[in-house]
């Protein structure tokens, strides 16, 4: 199993830039891709982005391709969450999550962090 924690959210204005990071632990030397998704009030969870283990691939919802960039630190086990011209409608509870099957990560993965609060005012 992996735990995942997030840490870096916070209020930001729009226009702004917020990074956020996942530090996992557990049964981290098994590769496992990592993926981002958020969770504004009232709406569904939605997939933002993701990245295999080795960082060759990564993938992002057309809302925030261009503007948000995935990455990961294997060493550190950190997967860090850049997030640049934020608008308003970015706004969520933003979770990190995990699966050992890339495949899975989009749509089911196995393993979930607690979430961070992510605030753009406008």
């Known amino acids: 199993q992996v735990q995942l924690v997030e840490s870096g959210g916070g209020l930001v204005q729009a226009g702004g830039s917020l990074r956020l990071s996942c530090s996992a632990s557990g049964r981290t030397a098994r590769p496992y891709g990592v993926g981002w998704f958020r969770q504004a009030p009232g709406k569904e969870r939605e997939f933002v982005c993701a990245i295999t283990y080795t960082g060759s691939r990564t993938d992002y919802s057309d809302s925030v391709k261009g503007r948000f960039t995935i990455s990961r630190d294997n060493t ?47």
């Open 76 to 122: 550190k086990n950190t997967v860090d969450l850049q997030m640049n011209s934020l608008k308003p409608e970015d706004t969520a509870v933003y979770y990190c999550a995990a699966d050992y099957l890339y495949a899975d990560l989009a749509r089911r993965p196995d393993y979930w962090g607690q979430g961070t609060q992510v605030t753009v005012s406008s």
